[in-house]
């Protein structure tokens, strides 16, 4: 069954620790994203990916990094110095061919700072 | 700086009475415009991608349309079922893939 597999879909992470969201897709799309979500504040970018081994920051990128060292996978690491950690983690990818464009979504990880 | 603003932030219908959601873009070299769904908890679900001026497309009681500063999202005659937030994303072009989003519009359709 193809698509995009986030895991865990929830995690709770201690203050001062490093957390690690995973984000695998069978779907062969050369581009992948991470998003945060926060109620009332729609989906903020915080890092993408077009090709392997590659990667450039969104719009909210201090204290989370990412790795791309394989096209299926786009791990996203919630470092300590992320302030506000606790909100809803999405993952996309996007399949480009000629006319037709579309980008999936993962069901998300909802990180909680305990 | 490219921005995506969507209208209203939410819109209560009763079952039956017709609306249009708005997202307009002030990005450069637009490369598609997409309109999502999301239930509470869930991820987007991916419903249209839009690519040029006038462009149409439809799916049930839902119709897309794009400008080029913005885009509609029609929906006739709603149901309970369609009750939901409705995002709007642009994909920017040159080289960059950059996908941004609306804030969304929280739609609640009543009986």
């Known amino acids: 069954d193809g698509g995009i597999t986030q895991s865990p879909k929830y995690l709770f992470r201690k203050e001062g620790q490093n957390v690690t969201l995973s984000c695998e897709q069978n779907l062969n799309h050369d581009a992948m994203y991470w998003y945060r979500q926060d109620p009332g504040q729609g989906l903020r970018l915080i890092y993408y990916?077009?090709?392997?081994?590659?990667?450039q920051k969104g719009d909210i990128a201090e204290g989370y990094s990412v790795s791309r060292e394989k096209k299926e996978s786009f791990p996203l690491t919630v470092t300590s110095a992320q302030k506000n950690p606790t909100a809803f983690y999405l993952c996309?990818?996007?399949?480009?061919?000629?006319?037709?464009?579309?980008?999936?979504f993962g069901q998300g990880t909802r990180l909680t700072v305990v | 700086e490219d921005q995506v603003t969507q209208s209203p932030e939410a819109l209560r219908l009763q079952e039956g009475e017709s609306s249009s959601l708005n997202c307009s873009y002030t990005?450069?070299?637009?490369?598609?415009l997409f309109w999502y769904r999301q239930d509470p908890g869930k991820g987007p679900e991916f419903l249209f991608t839009l690519y040029s001026a006038g462009e149409e497309k439809e799916k049930e009681r839902l119709k897309a349309t794009l400008t080029k500063k913005e885009s509609f999202l029609h929906i006739t005659a709603p149901k309970p079922e369609d009750s939901a937030t409705y995002l709007c994303?642009?994909?920017?072009?040159?080289?960059?893939?950059?996908?941004?989003f609306g804030t969304g519009t929280q739609l609640k359709v009543e009986l």
């Open positions: 990916s077009q090709i392997v081994n590659d990667f």
């Open positions: 996309a990818s996007i399949l480009s061919t000629g006319a037709n464009t579309e980008a999936f």
């Open positions: 994303a642009v994909l920017m072009g040159g080289g960059g893939n950059k996908l941004t």
């Open positions: 990005v450069s070299g637009l490369r598609g």
